[in-house]
C-alpha cells in the first residue's frame, strides 16, 4: 500500500480523510502540496543538470583522449628528432 502512494492526494485517499478533516488539515495539506510541487520541481532540475555534467564528461572523456593521442605522437617525434641529431659516432652500430 505504501508503495502505491506518491503524492499528499493519494495519501489522504489512502487514510481516507473526511472533508471535515481536510478543512482542518487545509493549511498543512497546502503546504505539503506546495513542498511536493517544489520536490518535482528541483528533481526535474536535478536531472537535467546530471544530464548537462554527463555531455560534460563524456566530451572531457573525449577531449581527454585525443590529447593524449596528440602527445603520443609529439613524444615518438621527439624521439626520431633525437635519434637523427644524435652524432654518428654516438650511435651504436654492430
Known amino acids: ?15 481516507k480523510v473526511t472533508p471535515e478533516e481536510r478543512e482542518l488539515l487545509k493549511d498543512i495539506i497546502e503546504v505539503a502540496r506546495t513542498n511536493e510541487r ?3 520541481e528541483y528533481a ?12 560534460a564528461l563524456q566530451t572531457m572523456e573525449e577531449r581527454t583522449f585525443i590529447l593524449n593521442k596528440t602527445l603520443q605522437g609529439l ?20
Not at 500500500?1 to 487514510?15: G, N, S, W, Y
Not at 615518438?76 to 652500430?93: G, W
Open 1 to 15: 500500500m505504501i508503495d502505491e502512494i506518491k503524492t499528499v492526494d493519494d495519501l489522504l485517499k489512502a487514510k
Open 44 to 55: 526535474e532540475q536535478m536531472k537535467a543538470n546530471f544530464n548537462r555534467l554527463s555531455q
Open 38 to 40: 517544489k520536490i518535482r
Open 75 to 94: 613524444l615518438d617525434a621527439t624521439d626520431t628528432l633525437q635519434l637523427r641529431l644524435m652524432p654518428s659516432d654516438k650511435f651504436y652500430r654492430e
